[in-house]
């Protein structure tokens, strides 16, 4: 017999609880933890119950289903969607989509299983179809794709998941034959007219007594309310149970500026209410989606000290065994990423051979798996790829995966093969691809339990797992229109869903319909003592939020911005008191001083290695730049590599001109070079250094670019040497090496004690055999370069540090006075720099203005104020100066160890 009750509040379910028998009935629930609260009130009561005493709707379901059709098996929604994208790759040509479009394809089961498995859903449908063209032509041919899927999965591989199973059960006529004990369903809003059909059924052979919710405002949720009137309409007893007192109770509606301010509030006033004596199981703390709160919330609750009732868990995808393992089978199975690859490589010996820079800066960028010949290391470790033709069987596909499985602990990795041996049979036939993602999707929902919940603490849970009678405050958070309303992932219009009710009679979930929204207004009739309804502008990543409907509905200032109250992170952070922490244990003064050495209150350490670093033009400038920057290149041997990308970097660019500025000036320096031989010396040049491209086919159009840059170099070294006939080249790529000593000024050709090793590079010196010399440096453009009257206020520094090197006598082969010091800029050859205005005529020509520093006398208090500068730079790095102050703060905005400094005004 089907009997009704309507109940206006969920207050008045305790009057039906109190005459139920859990030896012979069964109380039909929609979520675990509910489920978990009614059997303690059983054992309370009756100190004992049994396992159909309370029971989910799913566990009914699978249940009958399990006893009806016992051949079908039931797995999770990531193991079908496997299965699916297999029937859509193989069946392609029919469908008409390939397994990219199964997201799409598997929403529409979902949505439409009623349809699909109801003996006269497809003719029915199809029948609408005629009436209705515009939804026609919009989801037609996508019902028929997931129709036809769904019977693939359901005839062919005989599987389905849990939220198939009621529209299934639709198929059989002797349900009432396999299920004998009587049901009291409290399903609330979340029913589906498919389960009030079943309810039916079983109520032919056993007594079913449903618990309709009837609020005030039921109108509001018709459509979502529909299957309770096909219910009344069967049922062969109505009852409404008298309409409860209202009680009193206080309510505040709270409008906080986002997520993280609503936490902090709500830990604050969970925090008052235990002070004044309130029971902490007395106490809710409700989300439609609490898990987006957990992770923050936990840690304020936790720094409390507040007790909850919900575990602590962990997925597995963060322990580092299992991320390793996954990224080794993808890197091993073609599916390449720079992240796999590092996780993956790093774990192994032939790491150490490679530094963690140059691993980024070639693979940080990966396309195919020709890449990984960019280093032999990487290549070796990771050539020998898995085969991955045809289809594996699912103990194959267990074996080779387990070969990869480096980590010593075995529980985790058998909890996520447990899961995947029950939902595949061993005949399953997937490809490795396909095998891997249903994998990846296991590890990815696996969780586990790092501490259980406290039983009498705070209760934190989703909106639909919050009935409960020993809450009597509580504080809902997240009430946004974004986290109440469903998202539609079909193309099924709002006016379809109501279409197909009226004339077909198939009531679909609409997700216009929000069963979150209509259990949060039944949760805000239930008895309690306060109630706080909370909404945040903004979630955690700083997105703009909409508040819901309901909360604007609410009695209150929706306008006006809350403060949170205070949480303990605010009294340590505000505290005068130093606080005494486990994890400052034995290192409390160490950690005291670091903060007063970030805060720029105490200077730095100074570094003193056993050896002084070696010192080039660039780490003088490096060091005036900031000292930090210094020290992150020099002592902690930090390097900032160009990544190997389809955009050819900077550094190679440079590489490659002035390599072959180097051949073109060998004298006598010919300018009759053909195309061919420019292209011979550019492959010859890219073999000696070694470079690397994303793609070869960048390789070619650089080429072509380079011969024109050399042929234009040519042809201006011709013209101007016509101009300056005395000019030759007699340095090109001239290297330098000595050691001075800053404190007497001595330099010495060998190595000495308390000397720093001096060395480097001059692009070019150029000679009028009659003793001058003009040092060039290349440049690809002129920004960045300074006139040189701001050489030395701008730290730019190495013209003259090569002018001072040349005119210490400190490169034998090359000697004699410099008179010019120049950038040569080959996008324009423009030179720009210092030259001597009296001896203009024989390697350069005469200024068109009078430059006033332009003089022997500019030339040598450059050459003093350079040595000076040297001198006191080499002193301070001597005495291990490392402190980040930058001479100037905009160096800050780019400067690549930005996230390693701990410079105050980044602080």
Same mark, same amino acid.
């Given at each position: 017999?089907?009997?009704?009750?309507?109940?206006?509040?969920?207050?008045?379910?305790?009057?039906?609880?109190?005459?139920?028998?859990?030896?012979?009935?069964?109380?039909?629930?929609?979520?675990?933890?509910?489920?978990?609260?009614?059997?303690?009130?059983?054992?309370?009561?009756?100190?004992?119950?049994?396992?159909?005493?309370?029971? +989910?709707?799913?566990?009914?379901?699978?249940?009958?289903?399990?006893?009806?059709?016992?051949?079908?098996?039931?797995?999770?929604?990531?193991?079908?969607?496997?299965?699916?994208?297999?029937?859509?790759?193989?069946?392609?040509?029919?469908?008409?989509?390939?397994?990219?479009?199964?997201?799409?394809?598997?929403?529409?089961?979902?949505?439409?299983?009623?349809?699909?498995?109801?003996?006269?859903?497809?003719? +029915?449908?199809?029948?609408?179809?005629?009436?209705?063209?515009?939804?026609?032509?919009?989801?037609?041919?996508?019902?028929?794709?997931?129709?036809?899927?769904?019977?693939?999965?359901?005839?062919? *591989?005989?599987?389905?998941?849990?939220?198939?199973?009621?529209?299934?059960?639709?198929?059989?006529?002797?349900?009432?034959?396999?299920?004998?004990?009587?049901?009291?369903?409290?399903?609330?809003?979340?029913?589906?007219?498919?389960?009030?059909?079943?309810?039916?059924?079983?109520?032919?052979?056993?007594?079913?007594?449903?618990?309709?919710?009837?609020?005030?405002?039921?109108? @509001?949720?018709?459509?979502?309310?529909?299957?309770?009137? @096909?219910?009344?309409?069967?049922?062969?007893?109505?009852?409404?149970?008298?309409?409860?007192? /209202?009680?009193?109770?206080?309510?505040?509606?709270?409008?906080?500026?986002?997520?993280?301010?609503?936490?902090?509030?709500?830990? !604050?006033?969970?925090? +008052?209410?235990?002070?004044?004596?309130?029971?902490?199981?007395?106490?809710?703390?409700?989300?439609?989606?609490?898990?987006?709160?957990?992770?923050?919330?936990?840690?304020?609750?936790?720094?409390?000290?507040?007790?909850?009732?919900?575990?602590?868990? *962990?997925?597995?995808?963060?322990?580092?065994?299992?991320?390793?393992?996954?990224?080794?089978?993808?890197?091993?199975?073609?599916?390449?990423?720079?992240?796999?690859?590092?996780?993956?490589?790093?774990?192994?010996?032939?790491?150490? #051979?490679?530094?963690?820079?140059?691993?980024?800066?070639?693979?940080?960028?990966?396309?195919?798996?020709?890449?990984?010949?960019?280093?032999?290391?990487?290549?070796?470790?990771?050539?020998?790829?898995?085969?991955?033709?045809?289809?594996?069987?699912?103990?194959?596909?267990?074996?080779?995966?387990?070969? &990869?499985?480096?980590?010593?602990?075995?529980?985790?990795? #058998?909890?996520?093969?447990?899961?995947?041996?029950?939902?595949?049979?061993?005949?399953?036939?997937?490809?490795?691809?396909?095998?891997?993602?249903?994998?990846?999707?296991?590890?990815?929902?696996?969780?586990?339990?790092?501490?259980?919940?406290?039983?009498?603490?705070?209760?934190?849970?989703?909106?639909?797992?919050?009935?409960?009678?020993?809450?009597?405050?509580?504080?809902?958070?997240?009430?946004?229109?974004? &986290?109440?309303? !469903?998202?539609?992932?079909?193309?099924?219009?709002?006016?379809?869903?109501?279409?197909?009710?009226?004339?077909?009679?198939?009531?679909?979930?609409?997700?216009?319909?929000?069963?979150?929204?209509?259990?949060?207004?039944?949760?805000?009739?239930?008895?309690?003592?306060?109630?706080?309804?909370?909404?945040?502008?903004?979630?955690?990543?700083?997105?703009?939020?909409?508040?819901?409907?309901?909360?604007?509905?609410? #009695?209150?200032?929706?306008?006006?911005?809350?403060?949170?109250?205070?949480?303990?992170?605010?009294?340590?952070?505000?505290?005068? #008191?130093?606080?005494?922490?486990?994890?400052?244990?034995?290192?409390?003064?160490?950690?005291?001083?670091?903060?007063?050495? @970030?805060?720029?209150?105490?200077?730095?350490?100074?570094?003193?290695?056993?050896?002084?670093?070696?010192?080039?033009?660039?780490?003088?400038?490096?060091?005036?730049?900031?000292?930090?920057?210094?020290?992150?290149?020099?002592?902690?041997?930090?390097?900032?590599?160009?990544?190997?990308?389809?955009?050819?970097?900077?550094?190679?660019?440079?590489?490659?001109?002035?390599?072959?500025?180097?051949?073109?000036?060998?004298?006598?320096?010919?300018?009759?070079?053909?195309?061919?031989?420019?292209?011979?010396?550019?492959?010859?040049?890219?073999?000696?250094?070694?470079?690397?491209?994303?793609?070869?086919?960048?390789?070619?159009?650089?080429?072509?670019?380079?011969?024109?840059?050399?042929?234009?170099?040519?042809?201006?070294?011709?013209?101007?040497?016509?101009?300056?006939?005395?000019?030759?080249?007699?340095?090109?790529?001239?290297?330098?090496?000595?050691?001075?000593?800053?404190?007497?000024?001595?330099? *010495?050709? /060998?190595?000495?004690?308390?000397?720093?090793?001096?060395?480097?590079?001059?692009?070019?010196?150029?000679?009028?055999?009659?003793? *001058?010399?003009?040092?060039?440096?290349?440049?690809?453009?002129? !920004?960045?370069?300074?006139?040189?009257?701001?050489?030395?206020?701008?730290?730019?520094?190495?013209?003259?540090?090569?002018?001072?090197?040349?005119?210490?006598?400190?490169?034998?082969?090359?000697?004699?006075?410099?008179? !010019?010091?120049?950038?040569?800029?080959?996008?324009?050859?423009?030179?720009?720099?210092?030259?001597?205005?009296?001896?203009?005529?024989?390697?350069?020509?005469?200024?068109?203005?009078?430059?006033?520093?332009?003089?022997?006398?500019?030339?040598?208090?450059?050459?003093?104020?350079?040595?000076?500068?040297?001198?006191?730079?080499?002193?301070?790095?001597?005495?291990?100066?490392?402190?980040?102050?930058?001479?100037?703060?905009?160096?800050?905005?780019?400067? /690549?160890?930005?996230?390693?400094?701990?410079?105050?005004?980044?602080?």
């Amino acid at each position: 017999m089907l009997k009704v009750i309507s109940i206006e509040s969920r207050s008045q379910i305790s009057e039906i609880f109190a005459n139920y028998n859990p030896k012979e009935q069964s109380w039909l629930v929609s979520d675990l933890r509910t489920k978990f609260e009614l059997q303690q009130k059983i054992l309370g009561r009756d100190g004992q119950y049994v396992d159909e005493s309370v029971l +989910r709707a799913s566990d009914l379901w699978k249940m009958l289903l399990k006893r009806l059709d016992p051949g079908l098996r039931l797995v999770s929604d990531p193991f079908a969607r496997s299965l699916l994208r297999t029937i859509m790759d193989e069946h392609a040509e029919v469908l008409g989509v390939n397994s990219s479009a199964e997201d799409t394809v598997f929403s529409y089961i979902d949505q439409m299983a009623a349809v699909i498995f109801h003996p006269e859903g497809t003719q +029915r449908l199809t029948e609408w179809f005629e009436s209705h063209p515009e939804a026609m032509n919009r989801w037609k041919e996508w019902y028929l794709r997931a129709r036809f899927c769904a019977l693939k999965l359901l005839q062919d *591989h005989r599987v389905i998941t849990a939220d198939w199973i009621t529209s299934y059960l639709q198929n059989f006529n002797e349900l009432e034959r396999v299920w004998n004990i009587p049901l009291i369903v409290d399903l609330s809003g979340e029913i589906t007219r498919v389960e009030a059909e079943l309810l039916h059924v079983l109520s032919r052979s056993v007594d079913v007594v449903i618990l309709e919710p009837n609020p005030e405002w039921r109108k @509001d949720f018709h459509f979502l309310l529909k299957p309770y009137d @096909d219910l009344r309409a069967q049922s062969a007893k109505t009852e409404k149970l008298p309409k409860p007192a /209202e009680v009193a109770k206080k309510i505040e509606v709270l409008r906080f500026s986002g997520m993280l301010a609503e936490i902090k509030n709500s830990v !604050g006033t969970v925090r +008052r209410w235990l002070e004044q004596g309130i029971a902490a199981d007395n106490i809710a703390i409700i989300a439609p989606d609490i898990e987006t709160y957990w992770p923050v919330l936990q840690a304020y609750l936790a720094e409390e000290g507040i007790p909850v009732q919900k575990d602590i868990t *962990h997925k597995a995808q963060s322990l580092p065994s299992v991320t390793r393992w996954l990224a080794l089978l993808r890197s091993k199975s073609g599916r390449l990423s720079s992240s796999d690859l590092e996780i993956s490589f790093f774990e192994k010996e032939e790491a150490q #051979q490679l530094r963690y820079e140059e691993f980024r800066a070639l693979f940080k960028s990966l396309y195919v798996n020709e890449d990984l010949a960019r280093n032999d290391i990487v290549h070796k470790v990771f050539f020998e790829q898995m085969d991955l033709t045809g289809f594996l069987k699912r103990d194959e596909f267990v074996a080779k995966a387990l070969i &990869s499985w480096n980590a010593d602990e075995t529980d985790i990795v #058998q909890v996520i093969l447990r899961e995947l041996l029950q939902n595949a049979i061993s005949t399953t036939s997937l490809t490795w691809k396909e095998w891997l993602s249903y994998l990846e999707s296991i590890v990815a929902a696996k969780e586990y339990t790092l501490e259980k919940g406290e039983p009498r603490g705070v209760m934190v849970t989703k909106l639909m797992s919050a009935h409960s009678e020993k809450a009597r405050r509580r504080i809902f958070v997240g009430l946004t229109d974004e &986290s109440l309303k !469903g998202r539609n992932k079909t193309q099924l219009s709002g006016q379809d869903y109501f279409e197909l009710a009226k004339d077909i009679g198939f009531y679909l979930d609409n997700p216009d319909q929000s069963d979150l929204e209509f259990e949060l207004r039944l949760l805000a009739q239930a008895e309690s003592d306060e109630d706080l309804y909370c909404f945040g502008a903004t979630d955690l990543s700083g997105s703009l939020c909409s508040p819901a409907t309901f909360w604007m509905s609410l #009695q209150g200032e929706h306008e006006k911005l809350t403060v949170p109250l205070e949480t303990r992170w605010d009294e340590l952070q505000h505290s005068q #008191q130093r606080g005494e922490r486990p994890l400052l244990a034995g290192r409390k003064q160490q950690v005291e001083d670091r903060i007063e050495q @970030d805060l720029g209150k105490v200077p730095y350490s100074p570094i003193l290695g056993a050896e002084l670093p070696r010192i080039s033009a660039s780490a003088v400038e490096s060091f005036l730049e900031c000292p930090f920057i210094f020290a992150a290149q020099r002592y902690f041997k930090l390097k900032d590599l160009p990544d190997i990308d389809l955009d050819v970097d900077h550094r190679t660019r440079g590489q490659l001109a002035h390599a072959i500025f180097e051949q073109l000036t060998i004298e006598p320096m010919r300018f009759d070079w053909t195309v061919p031989e420019l292209e011979e010396l550019l492959e010859k040049v890219r073999v000696e250094k070694k470079l690397l491209f994303a793609d070869e086919r960048l390789w070619t159009p650089l080429k072509k670019r380079h011969v024109q840059l050399g042929l234009r170099f040519l042809d201006f070294e011709k013209r101007w040497r016509q101009e300056f006939r005395k000019t030759r080249t007699i340095g090109r790529e001239k290297r330098f090496e000595f050691y001075l000593d800053p404190k007497t000024e001595e330099i *010495h050709r /060998e190595a000495k004690d308390n000397c720093f090793r001096i060395s480097g590079q001059i692009d070019r010196v150029d000679t009028d055999g009659d003793g *001058h010399l003009v040092v060039v440096d290349y440049k690809s453009s002129s !920004g960045g370069i300074s006139a040189h009257a701001s050489w030395l206020k701008n730290h730019e520094l190495q013209l003259l540090f090569y002018m001072w090197v040349l005119e210490k006598g400190l490169m034998e082969d090359v000697q004699g006075e410099v008179i !010019g010091l120049f950038y040569y800029v080959f996008r324009n050859f423009e030179r720009k720099g210092f030259k001597v205005e009296d001896l203009a005529g024989a390697l350069y020509p005469a200024s068109k203005r009078k430059d006033k520093n332009a003089t022997y006398e500019a030339k040598e208090r450059y050459l003093t104020e350079f040595s000076q500068i040297l001198m006191t730079t080499l002193d301070r790095i001597k005495n291990g100066e490392c402190d980040a102050r930058p001479a100037d703060y905009k160096t800050c905005t780019t400067c /690549e160890w930005r996230r390693q400094c701990r410079a105050p005004h980044l602080n």
